[in-house]
């Protein structure tokens, strides 16, 4: 069953930071597929006024910022919430991505071997 969830541009940059960086190759076919799912197209880099910022950061003009709303299927947030968890077993959970992934953690599905 699909999900939507609510991403903001922030939330966008930081949850590929959030996916696994190994596994099984299924897993890594699914991670691809989010990263392009929630990937900005060159439309909204020029609405959004999306630039890069010399310290490695993104910016954006937050007037013009927009909130999207993504579909995902179970299993697609079941891999997501691993890379999650993964990502907390090895303390990488930060002050700027906690949020996010305590909200993708509460996400209810069912069960089921990826």
Do not use: C
Request: net charge neutral; hydrophobic share 40%; aromatic share 4%.
């Amino acid at each position: 069953m699909a999900k939507k969830i609510t991403l903001s541009i922030l939330e966008r940059l930081q949850l590929p930071t959030l996916l696994l960086r190994s596994g099984r190759m299924i897993e890594m076919e699914i991670v691809q597929q989010v990263r392009e799912h929630i990937r900005f197209t060159p439309q909204e880099i020029e609405q959004y006024e999306l630039r890069d910022l010399a310290s490695g950061g993104v910016a954006w003009n937050n007037l013009k910022a927009k909130e999207r709303e993504f579909l995902f299927e179970d299993s697609v947030i079941r891999v997501i919430q691993k890379g999650i968890e993964l990502a907390d077993q090895n303390e990488q959970i930060t002050q700027h991505n906690l949020a996010l992934a305590k909200r993708i953690q509460e996400i209810k599905v069912a069960k089921k071997d990826v």
